[in-house]
């Protein structure tokens, strides 16, 4: 029925600038897969909102039961793309995992995530955070404060467990940083002990989002890395605290990106520019007015459909503020972004930075050059095709031409060591070095071998 109306709409609609300048779709019909996680956001807007059928486009949006099965269903053709963790295309593509070439359009999101810990693991955390004059703990808060916890569980005999989304998930990788930052070791992979837990002072293991709380109150795990709303979640439970949101561990750092094979990209690239069309323009409409369309936004995600947790939950990180004790309430604006600051825009530093994570840890097994790392990223991040799709909205009068960056060579200037908790300055033209500049984690020629680092 909404393809008859669209149809319908259209015959009386043909003069209007944006379906004049309706690209020639070589397929319309597309199945789209997302985890329930707010940052699916653009998906549900572009659906929402009629931005992909005015591209001609008629979409299914599915939810996908975890990140594995989400990723299977893009490669074997199930899904034509899908909502993607950062370090999916990238991993696929060098082979860790699965072998497939997957390409990226279009990054979803900057920010968005949260580390979490039990009350009882917060309660043993809480004398070793400095407090601010009212009392309040002082933010962002150092995994130091978890240091002594860790230590007594060891000295216990037990292990220190906590929860992240998938082994190559950007939450993974900000649970890694923060604890390393702290001088805890998150622990190694290596070839032939995939667990990621070798040498571990804490103990990494993968939790699907929606399962998050109660893996935590059940007491599996003592804390977890996760997007929203599954850190509001656990406060709303009153079951945990969340002690530091990614935007405190590194400033508007890069998470999800929309996913598609490079077969698809190939075969189809009007449809390409075409769904990336509709997904910029729902980006912009996340961001505009001051994030004014964010109580909307908020309406449709707490749908069953999408995320379907609490209107209220959703709206406590996605409406500009974040909650971290009970009653802690904190202005947080830029917690989710999905335009400003080039949001959009698919960085080859931001993939480059992926790479160095999966180095540092022992996913990459071997030392890599710099080139190796910039061709990577060149292989999956395709500003190209974004830059395409924006300027037919500028010509279209749908978006506006200062809000992208035609001119740059696909790196953003270096993040400066005030941005990031640890205050190491991350240049991605650099990766090698920058791996060096890291007290924890494989560097230069180093390799994980048995349950040692050698070189």
Request: hydrophobic content about 40%.
């Amino acid at each position: 029925m909404k393809k008859i109306i669209w149809l319908l709409a259209s015959t009386v609609l043909s003069t209007s600038p944006a379906l004049a300048e309706m690209l020639d779709v070589e397929k319309d019909e597309l199945k789209f897969g997302f985890i329930k996680l707010t940052d699916m956001a653009p998906l549900a807007v572009a659906y929402e909102k009629g931005y992909f059928e005015d591209e001609g486009l008629f979409v299914t949006l599915e939810a996908q039961a975890n990140w594995k099965v989400l990723l299977d269903g893009v490669i074997d053709g199930q899904l034509d793309g899908a909502h993607m963790l950062a370090g999916q295309p990238l991993a696929a593509t060098i082979g860790y995992g699965t072998k497939a070439h997957i390409v990226t359009p279009f990054s979803m999101d900057l920010n968005g995530n949260g580390i979490t810990v039990s009350n009882d693991i917060w309660e043993q955390m809480k004398p070793n955070v400095p407090l601010m004059d009212d009392g309040r703990p002082q933010h962002p808060i150092s995994a130091a404060a978890l240091t002594p916890v860790v230590e007594s569980y060891k000295d216990q005999g037990t292990p220190f467990n906590m929860g992240m989304v998938f082994p190559v998930s950007t939450h993974n990788y900000e649970l890694r940083y923060w604890l390393a930052a702290g001088g805890l070791q998150p622990g190694y992979y290596s070839p032939e002990d995939v667990s990621g837990q070798i040498g571990a002072d804490v103990y990494l293991s993968v939790t699907p989002p929606p399962q998050m709380p109660a893996t935590m109150e059940a007491g599996t795990i003592f804390g977890y890395s996760v997007g929203e709303p599954w850190n509001q979640q656990a406060v709303f439970k009153g079951i945990g605290v969340p002690v530091i949101t990614d935007y405190e561990l590194w400033k508007n750092n890069p998470e999800k990106v929309f996913g598609i094979t490079a077969e698809f990209a190939q075969d189809y690239p009007n449809t390409t520019l075409a769904l990336t069309k509709a997904l910029i323009r729902a980006a912009i409409w996340l961001d505009e007015n001051d994030n004014g369309n964010r109580p909307e936004a908020v309406d449709i995600l707490s749908r069953s459909e999408y995320v379907g947790a609490d209107r209220e939950v959703i709206a406590n990180s996605m409406t500009g503020t974040f909650e971290y004790e009970k009653g802690d309430v904190r202005d947080v604006p830029d917690f989710n972004v999905f335009f400003r600051h080039y949001a959009t825009y698919p960085f080859y530093s931001d993939a480059i930075w992926y790479l160095s994570q999966m180095r540092r840890w022992g996913q990459i097994a071997k030392p890599q050059t710099d080139d190796w790392f910039i061709d990577t990223a060149k292989s999956v991040y395709r500003p190209d095709i974004y830059l395409k799709a924006a300027r037919l909205l500028v010509d279209e009068d749908l978006a506006n031409e200062a809000d992208f960056p035609w001119d740059s060579d696909g790196f953003k200037a270096p993040t400066p060591a005030e941005d990031v908790i640890d205050a190491i300055p991350y240049d991605g033209r650099s990766p090698n070095a920058y791996l060096d500049s890291l007290p924890i984690g494989l560097k230069g020629q180093q390799i994980v071998v048995g349950s040692k680092v050698q070189g």
